[in-house]
């Protein structure tokens, strides 16, 4: 049986879970995290960027639920992400990474001719997943959390520190496993200005081309998100006010090429302030 590694914590704890059913350790999980996002109060209408740095513990015992197996495999549409950037590329006219596009365009290399080419482009990359999970949820956890909020109010002129304390009422835990793959109308548009460099007197322009790419690409991986939910205060001199915070952590796990990373994110409500941060 295949077996795979999954990152539960974000210091401490990693998980051995089969591709059939995982296992959970159910051991003690200590955090400590260090964000930044932005701040509003609602009353006043402004807004301001913040640092909000997080410990505490949970004791998550045997879950109040969890699933029976894996789900079935769902397929689901994640949306275009968009680069762009520019190089500067030399090349002779017979080098095999002229691309054919470009020569479809119209660009013909004449033999023994030395070019530069400036090219811009923009990659547009259609991602969709194709994975199943496997849950586990908690609402009798124990722990304790505190920390600090502080707001850097007027662009950072003036800034007002916040105690925070939180008590967590539910916890769950997502694990997936799944193929994120290009769909293929993804593409790259690349926009090229070519010169003849050997010409014995300074370049030559050549001229100019606007060509588009097709792309793709996929990966295999395990991620795992753990989401607490606390009721809580903050308080500063201005007073103190109650309210909740939803936390995200997610751990990404990448079989080939292997990768890892870990990310952080979040939002509350207190009194007149709404929160947010991401990694």
Partial sequence: MKTVKILISILFLILLASVVVPVLAKDRLTFAYAVIGN????????????????????????PDFKSSDWSQWMDQDRGWQQYNGGREWWFSWNDQGIPQQLKDAGFIPEEGKQYRAQIQWSRSEHWRDHFQTYNYRWYTSQGSWNGELVAMWGGGTSSEKFS?????WKVEKTLAQGNMYMVEDSFQHESWDIFWVNTGNGEQGVGHWEINIPIGGGFEYHSETLTVNFNGKIQSKTGRFQGWLRLDENSFSVIDPPSQGIGVSGSGEFGPYSLQFHP
């Fill in 164 to 168: 925070v304390t939180l008590v967590p």
């Fill in 39 to 62: 701040i509003n109060n609602m009353d006043k209408g402004v807004g301001a960027s913040m640092f909000l740095s997080l410990k505490g513990s949970l004791n998550l015992g045997t």
